[in-house]
């Protein structure tokens, strides 16, 4: 008997797809705040941008998850969004103007939106119930490791070029539109999947009607995930308790690296022991990871604290992020693959929202503390209703 290959392919060139778009998109994340703050924005404006933009990307997930599974088709969705993010790079310094900002920003997202639901769709028709937290996790290791590269490019370019930054936009379009390249690689297979309905109109809501005949186990799932993404803030809030504990920018900065780091290293063993033990039972454990980070975070003020915290963290991620679309692809019907993915990181990125704003008022009004023992107490809530879940 012939030895099933696992990483084929498309779940190769889709990785590297993933791998340098996030060199590109990382490259920029630690200095658009602060580019756009010297061209002007307010914090307000910053965070009504990065809003809008965020639900521009949680409706169009949705919505072209939907429209891949009715036309039967991954790989126009996934070469239309990967080049939607590429040109959006070095169009944000061309112009200053807020509705010229406000216009790439949204392209990016809209990128973002287009391509996920298509592009998580056709890694699960590369696998088997039996390999999908391999090859989810696998495509999620070459990922993070751009998030890697990526802010260690952009600090090694800033040392020599300090405030730089419009050079950074042009120069984060080169892997941008390497990975545009890698994408006519991707030989897609044959759909049986069109649906009949094809030719009726999709609403930019349709997808939400999934909602309602979809699985029972699906929307327990994915209901559990998102009360959890409530109190899941951005980890901007973890490096900011790192600069309120006294810590300088060159630790949190190596944090964060440090972190994406060791989520890319274990995302594919976090996902072979997926396939062998179960993808619930790597889910629970990395949720309950999370709860264990952010209780010590409560209270951690040492460097050595932070770095065993974050150390975990990356497990966490590794063993949360694929493992739980690899479990959503397992619970849906092929045909409906894309609009299971794309309604619940539709929900997702809406859920993000909110959490971070959540985190924020609480952060606030109750302190650091509270924030991060409000989240850990969570995720134990969560870790232990799924694990109450049938296999």
């Not at 910053?46 to 998850?65: D, H, N, P, R, T």
């Not at 396939?275 to 980070?293: N, T």
């Not at 975990?312 to 993915?341: D, F």
Request: proline share 3%; aromatic share 14%.
């Amino acid at each position: 008997m012939s030895k099933v290959k696992i990483i084929t392919r498309n779940v190769l060139v889709l990785s590297a797809v993933s791998l340098f778009t996030d060199i590109a998109s990382e490259m920029l994340y630690p200095i658009v705040p602060i580019y756009l703050k010297t061209i002007g924005f307010s914090i307000v404006l910053i965070g009504i941008l990065e809003g809008f933009a965020e639900a521009i990307a949680g409706l169009s997930k949705g919505y072209f998850g939907n429209l891949s599974d009715r036309t039967g088709t991954r790989l126009p969705f996934i070469q239309i969004g990967y080049l939607f993010s590429a040109i959006s790079k070095p169009m944000m310094a061309l112009f200053t103007y807020p509705i010229w900002v406000f216009f790439v920003r949204t392209i990016d997202r809209l990128g973002k939106g287009v391509r996920t639901g298509a592009r998580d769709a056709l890694l699960s028709d590369e696998a088997t119930a039996d390999t999908k937290g391999r090859v989810f996790g696998f495509h999620r290791s070459m990922d993070t490791f751009g998030a890697v590269l990526g802010p260690l490019l952009a600090l090694m370019y800033l040392v020599y070029r300090p405030d730089d930054y419009k050079t950074l936009f042009y120069l984060a379009f080169f892997p941008g539109l390497i990975s545009i390249g890698f994408t006519f690689f991707i030989k897609e297979k044959p759909s049986q999947n069109q649906q009949s309905e094809q030719k009726s109109r999709i609403g930019l809501l349709s997808f939400v009607k999934y909602w309602r005949t979809s699985p029972a186990t699906y929307r327990k799932l994915v209901t559990a995930l998102l009360v959890f993404t409530l109190f899941n803030s951005s980890d901007v809030f973890l490096l900011l308790k790192i600069k309120e504990a006294g810590l300088d920018d060159t630790m949190a900065i190596g944090a964060y690296i440090f972190y994406n780091l060791i989520y890319a290293i274990a995302s594919y063993p976090m996902g072979t022991l997926a396939d062998k033990i179960g993808m619930k039972k790597v889910l629970v454990s990395g949720l309950i990871l999370f709860a264990i980070v952010y209780l010590g975070m409560a209270y951690a003020e040492s460097s050595l604290i932070f770095l065993a915290l974050f150390f975990l963290y990356g497990i966490y991620a590794a063993a949360t992020e694929g493992i739980a679309k690899a479990w959503i692809t397992n619970l849906c019907s092929q045909s409906n693959t894309a609009t299971a993915i794309g309604t619940y990181t539709a929900f997702q990125s809406i859920a993000t929202l909110l959490a971070s704003s959540l985190a924020g008022l609480i952060w606030f009004y109750a302190g650091a503390p509270t924030t991060f023992l409000l989240s850990g107490i969570t995720a134990l809530i969560v870790s232990v209703y799924i694990s109450r879940f049938n296999d």
